[in-house]
């Protein structure tokens, strides 16, 4: 698998958002700036948490790296973010958006025999978001400090959907974006699905041979 160390997607971050500290903002933000610090904010945080999870769970030595990489450039990022947010009296969020979260559930409940694929699809699809949204800020933001973060995290969040990717593919998968909502398990039937289908099918197959069995008494009438 090809991939940079977290130490140099670490310092490309820091390089190209050196000018987040040093610069001085040329705009005022506006509403895509607030609403990307805020976007972003909640990605760092849920990257950070499902990372954490992942180093405890996982089972495939690229999931781990995967986790200990996005894990230690969220964390990087983050501190980037709370320097932008604070200059420019942007209250950062404290916890993941609702999505995020319910995703952290999923991967704390899945079985560890579908934890590896389940945990890189949920990567996959939540830096395809992240991507799309720092390109949005990077097109219609206006604050200097928040363009400058947004071009050094851009990169390197590319880099991780590259790897999850990769993943993806390593332990079995498609290696594409899953529809947003479904926890990462869009290809995936809950056993509680599956339960239902079985009792379904068991009743159907019984009122078929009630059926059957009340034309044969017919018959022989």
Do not use: C, W
Not at 143 to 168: I, K
Not at 182 to 210: E, I, K, R
């Amino acid at each position: 698998m090809k991939r940079i160390s977290a130490g140099a997607a670490a310092l490309a971050l820091a390089v190209v958002m050196s000018a987040v500290g040093a610069g001085t903002a040329v705009a005022a933000p506006n509403d895509q700036d607030a609403a990307f610090i805020t976007s972003n904010g909640q990605t760092n945080l849920a990257e950070i948490a499902i990372g954490q999870l992942a180093l405890g769970r996982a089972q495939n030595e690229s999931t781990r790296e995967l986790a200990q990489m996005t894990l230690t450039d969220h964390q990087a990022a983050l501190e980037k973010l709370k320097t932008v947010a604070a200059n420019l009296g942007v209250q950062l969020p404290d916890a993941p958006s609702p999505e995020q979260q319910a995703n952290a559930a999923t991967l704390q409940s899945v079985d560890t025999a579908s934890f590896d694929a389940t945990y890189a699809q949920i990567q996959v699809a939540g830096h395809q978001k992240s991507i799309q949204a720092t390109n949005a800020e990077l097109s219609g933001g206006a604050d200097e400090t928040v363009l400058a973060y947004a071009t050094g995290y851009l990169p390197v969040a590319t880099h991780h959907l590259e790897m999850a990717q990769e993943v993806v593919a390593e332990v079995g998968g498609s290696p594409t974006a899953v529809p947003a909502g479904t926890g990462g398990l869009a290809s995936a039937t809950p056993s509680s699905t599956v339960m239902l289908q079985v009792v379904l099918g068991a009743v159907g197959v019984g009122v078929l041979m009630v059926g059957i069995a009340g034309l044969r008494r017919r018959s022989l009438r």
